[in-house]
Every structure is written in C-alpha cells, then in structure tokens.
C-alpha cells in the first residue's frame, strides 16, 4: 500500500472509530502504522490504540519478566510485604497490585521503553526529542481495585502539556477484568482538576479528580488485545474499575513519556534554585536528542510497591 494511501486509510479509521466510540461505547482507533492518522485521533480525543503494536512472542517474554520481578530475583522491590516473594509463580504475583520502575530492575523493561512501535507514535504525537521518566507493572489479579477518575500530568507535571502514557496491554483488557475507562476529549481544556480522598471500596488509595465537565455516561472503556498500546495524553481523565473476572489477570505495563525539551518539575528544587529551573533527571532518552544533557542524569527513584485498599489506606 502507498504512503497516501496508508494515510487516507488511517484518516478513515480515526473518524470511524469516534463514531464507534459514540455509538458502541467502546474505544477503537487507527492502525499503528497510520501515525498521521493516529496523531489526528490523539489531538482530537486524546488517545489512540496501537493495535497489535507487540508480537505475541515479546508479550510472552514481559510476562516472565513479571514473575522474576514479582519474585525478588531482579533486585529489592521497596514496600514488599514478608513472604512476598515465596509460593508458587501465582501465589507470588498475585500478592502485587503494582510494581513502580520496573525498568530499574530489568532491562528487558527498559528496552521496551524503547520499543520501535512506540517511539515511532510516541514522535509523532509529541515530538522528534522524546524522555520517559515512569514505568509502572500492573498485575491486577481478580478482586484487585481500579483506581479512581485521574489525570496523570497531576502526578507528574510537564512544561508543555507533552506528557503520554504509553500502556502496554500484556493480557486481553476487558470492561470484566478492569480495562481503563476514558473521557473523550477531556484533555482539550488544558485545566487540571482537584482532586480529593475518597472511600469507595473499588479503587486503590490513589485520590480521585472532581469537579470536571463530563458524567460517568460519557466514559467509554477501551478493551484491548495483548500486545496492542493505548497512548493517552496526561491531561485525558481516565480510571479503571476491579477486576471482578472470576479467575485472571489484568497485567500491563505502563510507561510515561514527555517531550526532552520540556523541563520536568516532578520534585523541589535544588537549594539557590528557582522552582522555575526545576527539572528532574531521572529520566530515561528514548528517541531523538536531549537539549539538557549536559546537566547529567541521576538515579533517584527505588522500585516500590503501590499499596491497595488491603489493610486500609496509610494516609
């Protein structure tokens, strides 16, 4: 097939998967390979699937690569509980909720920060000059929470709106077993909502945004192969919902993206430094070149464990 004709025919599934969205509920987009059509979908509704962006193969080595982590073997996972690591590989994994930095630990995660399917969207909707500072592994086995309506720039702030979740379905993600849930087009605005605590027994203890101008009947889920990557954009509201499958896991990867020109105020400033200089470099290059490095990098960030709603939330 021809370049134009790839084009239009990406052109053609980003307006038919809106319509979709609208008239099923549920979330489609254009074909990897069409990122002018991808990049129209994103700016339009702040996300777009990759569709089968990982080859069953790379999908199946992530997964191993989970148990090893789950299991303590690629090194310490802060916040791990006594006997986390012993038991069968199922016993093992289904004691976590989420793994954060697995790319610290593994460099097969590391290197599939770097996977060419996602870069080459990631630079199409961002930019040439690409960084990821975040990875985060999510088990999710049945009965585990979701967590509550958010927007990811509220936890990690870029200068220019550039920040992209890259999220890595690595089982079929369906509305049974806690896919994520999307408000289309909530990213346009610019605005970041408040946020606040919340008790509801469904998600983990990660507070949830209010106030914004949408209803829970204009969310729609996207579900989605293994394999296939949801970007979205960090000011895009989303959430995910328990896994009430009766058996399984949700398992993804997620990793977060922003452009390398953009400065990333994600903690205090230096003593004698302005909040305005702020920029955070624990960062990770995948694609293009960074204008910064000749600040140096640093290891700053431990692998941890996100904690749920067992025992309660330490607040």
Known sequence: MSTAATET?????ATAATAATAATGTAHAAPATAHTGLAAAYAENGFAVLEGALSPAEVSGLLAEAVRICRGERG??????P??????????????LCVHYPHKLSA???DTMRHPAVTAALTAVIGP?????QSMLFIKAEGRPGQAWHQDEMFIPSRDRSLTAAWIALDDATVE???LWVLPGSHRRGVIYPNREHDDARYDCTVQSYGFPYRESDAVPVE???GSVLLFNGYLLHKSLPNTGRHGYRRALVNHYMSAESLLPWAPPAPGEAMAQADFRDVVMVAGEDPYRYKGYADIRRPRVRPDRDGGCDR
Do not use: H, P, Q, Y
Request: charged fraction near 25%; aromatic fraction near 6%.
């Open 9 to 13: 025919t990406a052109t053609t599934a």
């Open 224 to 226: 989605m192969r293994a």
């Open 76 to 81: 310490a996972v802060e916040g791990a509980a």
């Open 108 to 110: 097969l995660m590391r």
């Open 83 to 96: 006997g986390a690591f012993e038991g069968s590989d199922e016993e093992v994994i289904r004691r976590f």
């Open 177 to 179: 077993n806690g896919c």
């Open 129 to 133: 000059n690409v960084k990821a500072m």
